[in-house]
């Protein structure tokens, strides 16, 4: 008689311990979502905020999300295809568009949002999934964190005059602006505040933050309140008209060639097929066989779209959102993308201008100029590699960074507006040559870095966590870290330094602001 009575205890208990929690169900109106918690952290994983765009959306505006039953949002979404690529990668999938939410508990107050925009060029994903616990727990449990995906490549940001009739141009920023009016509409509903929203991103993150900033001429919609740009990336930026090889060179490989619709013939094709002939192509004007770092990027679309002029245009002009920002970057920005094959003066410049093509023989010149050879050997890189690297890192990512808190130094008063250098220099990248890596710091921000980054962590991200709750680095930093002096008339910067002992601030080298003033004076002949 022991036994039935011991399933008859046991059964409810069972169905007692798999009920769900009503504290992580939240209603979006198009679906439920179902999270789950952990030391007073709440997580919502891989939850839809578009439409799949897939089908006739291909290459179109996100669109609202279908109506579903009730999810668990324990898993993250299949992050976008990457290109270039030869074949489908099945860790990958065109039905992309998801977003993940981290919280704390408490829900009694709305707590300040940190939105977070990924890199990887627009050209792949590069920081999926990243777990916003430990920021979450360094701002005393008073943020809510955002990440998400956004399409890239050719399906965020193929551009022709096909593509601008019969779809939508910059397709991923416009996925971008879609999560963040989700976050307008829903994110109260986590224990979020819609009315205190931080944008943030690394490389291609950080431009899309800058181009958030001048999106339709400057105008605020009211999505965010505050950026943060870390390697602030200027890449080469392409007309529609100057696009047009890329939509021709993919049509072509496909076969659409040979269709009287070809945007209607990609649109219907087996995603795999283009992931088979999704290959990178020499920029038209640049050095034969040439090919850039990344192929496709936002196009400038002119008044009335997203992108209308170039960004340096465009700040230089004061046509942007004036909140307070952070902006900065490493010491060594472009030694992760430098071929390593650059052996003369003639292999730098070539490499520049598959950039950035439309660099004139005399821009090169000066550009010659400006960067003497380091006549250091790392072992496999040629003797101009390095020298190449200092100049690619600078034009797309050192400079744009100096010149975004110039121009808010300039029209926005800049008493909030912030700049760093982060200079924590590891003993295998000091002996390789790379350096202080680009995005480096991305690792001691979000709380998973080690060895000499991981002794940053509490200092860089107590002025991250503050000026995402109060928009200013100072109020909740460590009490044994300095003050962050704002960036002002004499360029000053938040220096970190391998030691937490020795954080402090510096004034922009006066020989970097040369040159960073010449790449702001030919910005609009080369594209940026």
């Given amino acids: 008689m022991l036994l039935p009575i011991l399933i008859v205890i046991i059964v409810p208990l069972l169905v007692v311990r798999t009920k769900a929690n009503p504290d992580l169900i939240v209603d979006l109106g198009y679906t439920q979502y179902e999270g789950k918690s952990s030391n007073g952290i709440n997580q919502w994983l891989g939850m839809r905020y578009a439409a799949p765009p897939t089908g006739d959306l291909r290459f179109r505006a996100p669109q609202e999300p279908l109506a579903a039953p009730r999810q668990t949002a324990h898993q993250h979404g299949a992050l976008c295809h990457s290109t270039p690529s030869t074949s489908l990668d099945p860790r990958t999938s065109e039905d992309c568009l998801f977003l993940d939410v981290y919280a704390p508990a408490d829900k009694s107050v709305l707590h300040p949002v940190y939105f977070f925009i990924q890199g990887g060029g627009f050209n792949s994903l590069s920081n999926a999934n990243l777990n916003g616990s430990s920021l979450i727990e360094a701002g005393d449990h008073d943020i809510v964190v955002v990440t998400f995906n956004y399409r890239v490549g050719p399906w965020g940001f193929l551009a022709s005059k096909e593509v601008k009739a019969g779809g939508d141009l910059n397709a991923g920023?416009?996925?971008q602006r879609k999560a963040l009016q989700w976050v307008q509409k829903y994110i109260h509903l986590f224990g979020g505040d819609p009315k205190h929203v931080t944008i943030g991103g690394d490389s291609a993150g950080a431009a899309s933050v800058n181009l958030h900033l001048i999106a339709y001429g400057g105008r605020d919609d009211g999505l965010f309140h505050a950026a943060i740009g870390e390697s602030n990336s200027f890449g080469a930026q392409l007309t529609v008209e100057e696009s047009q090889y890329q939509y021709d060179g993919l049509v072509q490989r496909t076969g659409c060639d040979k269709s009287p619709d070809t945007l209607k013939c990609l649109r219907d094709l087996d995603v795999e097929v283009i992931a088979k002939n999704n290959i990178n192509m020499p920029t038209p004007g640049g050095v034969p066989n040439g090919l850039p770092v990344f192929m496709y990027g936002n196009v400038i679309e002119g008044p009335g779209g997203f992108c209308e002029n170039y960004t340096y245009n465009a700040y230089?002009?004061?046509?942007?959102?004036?909140?307070?920002?952070?902006?900065?970057?490493v010491s060594n920005e472009g030694t992760i993308f430098t071929p390593p094959n650059i052996n003369t003066l003639t292999d730098m410049n070539n490499f520049l201008k598959n950039n950035w093509v439309k660099l004139s023989t005399g821009q090169l010149d000066q550009i010659d100029k400006f960067y003497p050879q380091d006549k250091t050997r790392y072992k496999g890189k040629g003797a101009w590699w390095s020298t190449a690297a200092t100049a690619y890192g600078e034009?797309?990512?050192n400079c744009p960074g100096i010149f975004l808190n110039d121009m808010y130094q300039n029209y926005g008063g800049?008493?909030?507006?912030?700049h760093y250098h982060w200079d924590v220099l590891t003993s295998a990248n000091q002996a390789s040559g790379l350096g202080v890596t680009h995005t480096e710091e991305m690792s001691s921000i979000w709380g998973s870095a080690t060895g000499v980054?991981?002794?940053?962590i509490p200092t860089i991200q107590s002025y991250w966590t503050s000026f995402i709750r109060t928009k200013d680095p100072n109020t909740y930093k460590l009490p044994s870290a300095p003050a962050w002096a704002p960036f002002g008339p004499a360029m000053a910067r938040l220096h970190f330094p391998n030691d937490p002992k020795n954080v402090g601030m510096e004034v922009v080298d006066p020989v970097q602001k040369d040159r960073c003033h010449y790449y702001r004076v030919i910005s609009n002949m080369i594209g940026q």
């Fill in 414 to 418: 800049g008493q909030t507006n912030w």
């Fill in 453 to 456: 980054e991981g002794k940053l």
């Fill in 173 to 175: 920023l416009l996925d």
């Fill in 316 to 329: 230089g002009s004061g046509n942007f959102i004036k909140v307070p920002v952070i902006f900065g970057g």
């Fill in 395 to 397: 034009i797309r990512y």
